[in-house]
Each structure stands twice: as C-alpha cells, then as structure tokens.
C-alpha cells in the first residue's frame, strides 16, 4: 500500500498562491515566482517535454516527488475551473493542455458532475462530488502500491491534512513574500508534524514534514 | 559597522507565539514548542547559566547568532509588558531576571518613558519612545562595529521589515502546526529576500535570509 503525500511550493509568509487568483494569474499576483527554483530545472522541463536545463540539490528531490506516484488529487480550481472556464465553459479540459504532465488518474474535487475525461499521455481526469475522503479512497485504490500526491491548491491540501489522509508533506519553502493569497496549513485541527529531512538548494529550501497519528 | 539582523523560532504556518498570551503564556498557547529544537542543546543551556546539553547541527547556528552582537531591540511585551507586569506594576523589571542573558544594551520600544534599567551580566535597558528608526539608531551606535539583533516579538520583526532596517532574518523554521497567534511578516509591504543558506538539524531547519534592497 502507497502513502498519500503532497509537496507544494510556498511563500516564506506560508501562502500557496497569491492575492487575486483570475485565469490570467491562475497563482495569483506574484505567484509565479513560487516556482523560480523549479523552472530551469533539468526534471522540470523533462516533465514539460523540454530538453536541458540545470542539474543541482533541487534535481534528486523531484525525482523523489515524481517517483513512484500511482494517482492525483486537486481541487477544482486547480484542474482548471474559475470565470470563463469550467463549468462556466463546459467544454473547457483544464489548465494542462492535451497531454497534462501527470500520465496517472487525477481526481478532482469538485460540486459539479462530469464524465471523467481522457487525455493524451496517460493522464484521465475523473469528477468527484463526494467529498474529500471519498475521492482520497478512489485514488488510493488506482494508484494500487504506489503513492498519491495531492497537488493542490492550498485549500485541497488543507482538507486532507484536516481529515487525517495526508501522510507526508513536502515544502518547497522559498524566498518569496506574497502578503496575501492562499494560505497552506489553515484551519487544518490539531495535526502533529515530525521533520524527515531538510535540503538546502539555489533559491529554495526543502523540508519534508511526516504527519504523525 | 554591523549590521541589523533577527533570529527567531517560528512555526510553519508562520507564527512567532501562539494564541492567548498571557503573563502565565507569554509565548501562547503551544507556543513554547517552538523552542523543543532550542532548550536541550548545550549553546542554550550555556547561555542560560546552565550546564551539559546535547551538541548537533543547531549548536554551530546558535554560535553564529550569538557571536558579535553589539546591541538588542525588542518590543515592550518581550521586555516584560502585559496586564499585571509593566507599566501596570512600575518596579516590574521584565521576564528576564536579574542577569538577562544578553549581555548587551538592549532598546525596548514602547509608548512609556522610564529610565534605563541596568540589570546584572551587562544588559541594560533603555526605553525607547520615539519609534522604530530611532531605536535602531540607538542600537547601531551602541554596537559600534558589531552587529544589532531583533530579538521580538514578531510585530517588531515586521516594523523594522517595514521600515528597511533589517538586512538579515534567520528562521528556526519548526515542525509546529499553532493555527493562530503572532505572525511573522504580516503586512510588511514589498520586502525581497534571497535565501544566504539552510541547515538541516534535529527537529528543525534552519534558513538565513539576506533582505535585499
């Protein structure tokens, strides 16, 4: 049996995006550069189907991320909902283009019903409107012994972490400071946190957190 | 000349004490957590007077923070302010005991005038009622060559953030979830940081921000 884990970039003042999210600013003002660390990347633009880019500390800790993941959780916003797109537009696919870099089912949380939904490359997008404890137990069971990332966004994380389903939790703290947006770890009850490691890199620092029961 | 920097334990939903602090809590609810990393190590122990303690990666951090201080700022609730302590009780002379562990000149920033206070081990404290700027002009010329530490609370921190004092933030960051309390960097405008490096220590990571102009 996998874990459920997740691993997020977030803003030194703990937010996942920034204020005033839109579809032309899915991150939210500012929010782009939560990710500055990953973009040159060697495996970043390997997942993106690039070629080159740089190999350094932040290298090994997104093969660790990738590896070994079964199936997807996100939320609705994060798939690709919000004015103008689903289910405003209901023949909008999402954010990811036609073949979304996650090649495994991705389960999105969402109120509002729909046939899951098949991409090139691997990736499937199914409906959930039962709930997070629902759609964390499908997942678990496509991604059979493998693992589970939640990808976010922030609230998505957050109620997993509330309901007691994430396992581990991966911060990609960087040297951004929002001032606003969306908070990661908010409301999320009495969980208890346990450090497994911790990785300096250019730009960024990694801190793996176990939850523990 | 020195220069302004902080080092302060925060949790990792960003708080620098817990919530309902009171004379009892004076780091809230949970909030002394945030020093479990601290408290057994010898450099503490040391600093408090006290013997033995457990030597890891935190100790060479903790002699990097205390080494060539020249001077202290902190805010009136870390002096000792609150219901029941000062300015309430007049001859209240602070949570720190006869022999603070400073060692220093340290500048309480408060809306109270009183006469600087000498205190055993070479702290003295002045009360500085004219603002954030004047205090860290105080302290700067008071350290001479050495360097000036923002000692706290996180509202401090975040007026000299605000206000371009501060050219160096360490985070102790902690495996601490407090939900609530007192939030490091809230609202301090359009602060850049650039990460100098990050320590990976025994229940908790150590990250130094240089902050950029």
Known sequence: MGIVRCH???????YAAGPSQSSEHPLGEGGERLHDWAINLDRWRQAHGKEGGETNASSAVMD????????GIMGRNMFGGGPGAWPEDPSWDGWWGEEPPFHVPVFVLTHHEREPLEMAGGTKFHFMTGGVESAVAKAKDAAGDQDVTVAGGADTINQTL????????ELHVTPVILGGGERLLDDVGDVRLEVARAVEAPGVTHIKYRVMR
């Open 64 to 71: 660790e991320a990738i590896a070994g993941v079964g199936a």
């Open 8 to 14: 997020i970039s977030v803003s030194v003042d703990g």
């Open 162 to 169: 509330r309901a007691g389903l994430l396992d581990e939790l």
